[in-house]
């Protein structure tokens, strides 16, 4: 019965591959073999669209990148993680950072919209915060342009912690024990938003992925992946062209696309890039969430309304089809209506492939990075 699935898979690869420079891959031990080197020049070319202009290979993080003005020190780190875990940054005193990005659960929620104050619902599903450090923009709109700018969104966001900026940084100005720990962070004990902003950002980025079991096989470790696993990394590289937007060692390109996900005209629409941007072009437009841990970082979208991450390849699979109830059509509104981009389309993959694309997206995840909530300063 296993050499029959082996041999399955085989089939399935022989219609998957195609002829390229480098030579014709016709079976999964040579895709095994060549995939394992961890060196691109060698891999099978991937099928990229004729828009994409700044490519990067999937392999492995590079080196968390610290900004000039805001460089890495453990004392500046260890101060974020106590305001990352402080409640009374929240006008209730009940919400930290942490209440919605959960270490228990890959810096996340795992529900469809994090609750907030007065146990109100987010518009949106809260992202992963694990390799922020490699995100251009945060958010899923992308207001942010740093992760010192974005420390501050929830705070005064009504919805989440709902606290005014100045009186969220008197209150921690009020704890004796903080102001010891500033002085060690920034060489002086002055409390203020730009070092409350500086030190969350800090920790934040230490919060990096572990060597996952797709870093290890391409550190020249081939057994380390199955043969279904190996087909899908292929699949994933090449005809479930996920590598188009799904790029990098961060396997996100940073980018904006419209993937279907408006749900325009109902309760849940919601035009992303462009409530920033104001650019008709931006409608529909979210950022490329990186896969890294993505096998447990669901619900998936936005929204948060894909259960599954079968849920996620299905859709895809489909080309990401854009659903308009036809009242919609000539309406006055109708000028919003977004397209979906020209990079997704349907892509046929059979029920095999796409639990192979499934399987290896799981090889994403790494490591257990748990954290024991500090001990707060009095």
């Not at 919400?95 to 890959?106: D, K, R, V």
């Not at 949106?124 to 958010?139: Q, S």
């Not at 397209?339 to 389309?345: R, Y």
Request: contains cysteine; glycine residues 6%.
């Amino acid at each position: 019965m296993q050499k029959l699935s082996i041999l399955c898979l085989a089939l399935l690869l022989l219609n998957s591959c195609k002829e390229t420079e480098k030579g014709e891959y016709t079976a999964i031990a040579q895709l095994r073999k060549v995939y394992a080197t961890g060196d691109p020049e060698t891999w099978p070319a991937p099928h990229l669209d004729s828009s994409i202009t700044d490519f990067k290979e999937i392999g492995h993080l590079e080196e968390v990148p610290f900004p000039e003005d805001n460089p890495y020190s453990k004392e500046k780190a260890d101060l974020g993680k106590k305001l990352f875990f402080d409640p009374r940054l929240s006008v209730s005193g009940q919400i930290a950072c942490a209440s919605c990005h959960n270490s228990e659960l890959g810096w996340t929620d795992n529900i469809t919209r994090s609750f907030g104050h007065d146990r109100q619902n987010g518009k949106r599903n809260a992202m992963t915060i694990m390799n922020a450090a490699f995100a251009h923009e945060l958010f899923w709109d992308g207001r942010a342009s740093s992760l010192e700018e974005q420390a501050r969104f929830p705070i005064a966001d009504p919805v989440e912690m709902n606290e005014q900026l100045n009186l969220a940084v008197d209150k921690i100005a009020e704890v004796a024990g903080y102001k010891p720990l500033f002085k060690e962070a920034f060489g002086k004990d002055t409390i203020s938003l730009e070092f409350i902003q500086k030190a969350i950002a800090t920790f934040e980025r230490t919060l990096i992925s572990r060597t996952s079991k797709f870093d290890r096989f391409i550190d020249g470790r081939p057994d380390q992946f199955t043969d279904e696993e190996v087909l899908g990394l292929h699949l994933f590289r090449t005809k479930a062209r996920c590598i188009n937007c799904h790029n990098s060692g961060y396997f996100s390109d940073n980018q904006y696309h419209n993937d279907g996900q408006v749900l325009f005209g109902t309760k849940d629409e919601d035009f992303g890039r462009f409530a920033v941007t104001g650019d008709l072009a931006d409608i529909g437009k979210f950022r490329t969430p990186s896969l890294r841990e993505v096998g447990r970082t669901g619900p998936w979208m936005h929204h948060g309304h894909f259960p599954s991450l079968r849920d996620v390849v299905e859709f895809y699979n489909l080309g990401n089809p854009q659903v308009v109830q036809k009242r919609y059509l000539g309406a006055p509104r109708d000028s919003l209506i977004p397209k979906v981009s020209p990079i997704l389309q349907k892509l046929n993959l059979t029920r095999e492939e796409m639990h192979a694309l499934e399987a290896f997206l799981h090889t994403l995840t790494s490591g257990d990075l748990r954290t024991r909530a500090p001990k707060l300063p009095e």
